[in-house]
């Protein structure tokens, strides 16, 4: 929710004086798009990291920017939670798209995140054929799976969606629990993969397309339990896929998030292709906030494998408080329903 506090006459020049640099004004915009690390920013302006270093920290000093720390990496985002910051947003949507500046920095910013993208498919085709022991390193299937069946519950599900589904784990796992079953997910190889699974466990209600998280080749409002399962930390803005994920929930359908509490074992980033180092149990009840889901339930579990010193996932349920409501019924009766 963007903030509506309003700013003291001193504060609100200070402020004005941060966004009307030229320089700075470039980074809030930018940001206004993606978190970045000073590195990113640097080859979007063109411009020194000293130089690029002191702008941000400026910035920050006056509430327009946020800095978070993952890992051996500090990113930059413009802050969500200060009226600085809202400030900042108002004045990028009146900027000119065609400005030859703003352009030319948005067609840079692109092109960083299409690098991103580009790492982690390089990374999924490579390890297609391992995945599911390359996943076992963090927080064993079974223990999820266990989990995941007792947070649930044994009401039938209905129609599922399941957001980056690999070699369709979650598939095999929940559709027999369904009427319909749709995985998605970028890479064909990863498809191929889950197709054979399907078919060698004699699953017919379920079916696997290529698409994106950030725009899923699905009908909106129409699945009653949406899954992302270990997807996030691959993404470069995580929240924008969080957000399209719940638009395709139908009105109290629940959105299932697993993925790993914050940590900082860089390897993951620098050999698995991880963008984010975990999050914390507040970013993930404000990405479910900021979509209007209610949080459920949230749970924690501990790998046991030394690779990963004890890496903790974290399972969280959201729910659409949208509810079709039988005669003298209300929405908490409905809502209990779903626990």
């Known amino acids: 929710m963007r903030p509506t506090a309003s700013l003291p006459f001193d504060h609100y020049v200070d402020v004005l004086k941060a966004l009307a640099e030229p320089t700075r004004l470039r980074l809030a915009m930018v940001l206004a798009r993606s978190d970045l690390t000073v590195s990113e920013l640097t080859t979007i302006l063109g411009q020194s990291q000293p130089r690029i270093s002191r702008h941000l920290k400026l910035m920050a000093e006056c509430g327009v920017l946020e800095r978070y720390q993952e890992g051996a990496f500090a990113y930059y985002r413009l802050s969500d939670k200060t009226a600085a910051g809202s400030l900042a947003r108002d004045l990028d949507i009146r900027l000119d798209e065609g400005d030859p500046i703003v352009a030319r920095d948005r067609d840079r910013l692109e092109q960083v995140r299409t690098e991103r993208a580009r790492r982690a498919a390089d990374y999924f085709a490579r390890n297609a054929e391992s995945w599911d022991r390359i ?37 095999e796992v929940l559709a027999p629990r369904c009427d319909r079953a749709v995985g998605i997910d970028a890479s064909r190889e990863m498809l191929a993969i889950a197709r054979a699974k399907l078919d060698d466990a004699g699953i017919v209600n379920a079916q696997v397309r290529q698409g994106d998280a950030y725009n899923l080749p699905v009908e909106a409002g129409s699945f009653d339990l949406v899954v992302m399962h270990q997807v996030l930390h691959y993404l470069d803005d995580p929240a924008r896929a969080v957000r399209e994920a719940a638009s395709v929930l139908a009105p109290g359908g629940r959105l299932v998030i697993v993925d790993f509490a914050p940590h900082e074992l860089e390897f993951l980033r620098a050999d698995h292709a991880h963008l984010r180092l975990g999050f914390s149990d507040e970013s993930l009840t404000g990405f479910l906030d900021a979509c209007h889901l209610e949080m459920r339930a949230i749970e924690h579990l501990s790998s046991a494998a030394a690779e990963t010193g004890g890496l903790t996932l974290t399972i969280c349920i959201g729910q659409d408080r949208r509810m079709l409501l039988a005669p003298g019924e209300t929405a908490t009766d409905t809502l209990h329903q779903y626990a």
Do not use: F, Q
């Open 135 to 171: 996943r076992a390193l963090h927080v064993s299937d079974r223990k999820v799976e266990e989990t995941l069946d007792r947070i649930l519950g044994k009401r039938r599900i209905g129609t599922l969606l399941d957001v980056g589904t690999g070699t369709g784990r979650m598939l």
